[in-house]
């Protein structure tokens, strides 16, 4: 059975699963690359979603985002990039046509823009609105200083609407993710989205996607920790395992592809669509 499977971010109302549906509809290809690759172009395009358009703000009022493609022995990602309409095509060239692997900041809005991507502005009223209510909040003293973020900060107003997907099509298997961060963010930070690992991991037995809080994903590698596991024991009781590891306070959402299982599990709503052919 070949399957695509997209999420919409751990925080995503799932009543937003129809669309999503839809979208690996239409986001379905001969190839796994192709249709994990077109279903994060529908949602970067798609305003709801924080990647590409509707991207969330940075404490300075940039939009900086991160996207990243892997299949087995291959990896690419854009880190920071700004002003492009779709980071997660910009991250497959730097895997297919670039010697790097990831690229970040002005770099990478060069290399997009040397490859022929315009300039595109990303920002959304939805943005704007979410990014007044947290200065709201800094202003009200809710948050007194960048180092008391942790500890003040309503750990649900750091979900984001990150966007990926999986998929093994004929047998081979590919992921990508795409996200504008978390909405409250300096200027210049990386979530785990980018980060091979993290965020992201393909290798010859699956794909995993991660959604959550990037700073708790990275430190548990969560990605790769639950690829190393497939085959020790059934895939959704690996994710099960590796979610659990996080605080409860910490939503987190992986979706997941191995040779003869999938799963679609988070500690929280998310939107999710399915294909499978
Ligand atoms: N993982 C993303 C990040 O930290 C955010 C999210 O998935 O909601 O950048």
Known sequence: MNILILHGGVGSPGTLSPVLNKYAEKAVKKNAIGSVIDSVVLMEDDETFNAGKGSYMRIDRSVQMDAAVMIPGNFGSVVNIENVKNPVRVAYDVMARSPHNILSG??????????????????TEKAEKKYNEIIAKIKNGEIK??????????????IGDTVGAVARI???????VSTGGTPLMLRGRVGDSPLP??????GENGAVVATGIGE??????LCYRIYNEIGKMPLEQIVKNKIS??????PVGVIAVTRDEYSIYASKDMAYGVKTF
Not at 170 to 176: L, P, V
């Open 106 to 123: 002005d770099g990478a809005v060069k290399f997009a823009r040397l490859l022929g991507y315009d300039d595109y502005n990303v920002k």
């Open 170 to 176: 004929d047998g081979e298997f590919a992921a990508a």
């Open 216 to 221: 708790e994903i990275i430190k548990k590698q």
């Open 145 to 158: 200083e960048f180092d008391e973020m942790k500890k003040n900060f309503d750990i649900n107003d750091l």
């Open 245 to 250: 590891e996080f605080d409860i306070s910490v």
């Open 197 to 202: 690992g993290s965020g992201i991991y393909c």
